[in-house]
C-alpha cells in the first residue's frame, strides 16, 4: 500500500464499504507528501493536527496550515470532522 498513489486509496475506499476507510494525506510545498488509512475519526484527525495544526485555513476540498506550508487532503470523512470548530 505504501506504492499507491492517493487516488488509487481512494479508489480502493470507495470498493469497500463494509469497513470505513478514512484516508488522509500530507503535502508540503517542498514536495514531502504521506498518506494514511484510519478507520476512526480519532486516528485520522490526531495524523492531520500533527502535521498542520489543529486550526488551519479550511478550503473547498483541502486544509492549509497557518504559515502556507503544508496541506491535508482527506477521503472517508470531511474536513470538518478532521478540524471542528474551537468551542
Given amino acids: 500500500m505504501v506504492n499507491d498513489t492517493f487516488a488509487a486509496q481512494v479508489a ?12 488522509v494525506r500530507y ?16 486516528g485520522a484527525r490526531k495524523f492531520a493536527h500533527e502535521w ?6 479550511i478550503g473547498t476540498s483541502y486544509a492549509v496550515s497557518f504559515d502556507g506550508v503544508g496541506k491535508i487532503t482527506v477521503s472517508g470523512a470531511t474536513l470538518a470532522e478532521l478540524f471542528p470548530e474551537r468551542e
Fill in 12 to 23: 480502493k475506499n470507495n470498493a469497500k464499504h463494509a469497513m470505513k476507510e478514512i484516508i
Fill in 27 to 42: 503535502s508540503s510545498i517542498d514536495g514531502a507528501s504521506y498518506t494514511r488509512t484510519y478507520t476512526t475519526l480519532k
Fill in 52 to 57: 498542520i495544526g489543529a486550526h488551519p485555513e
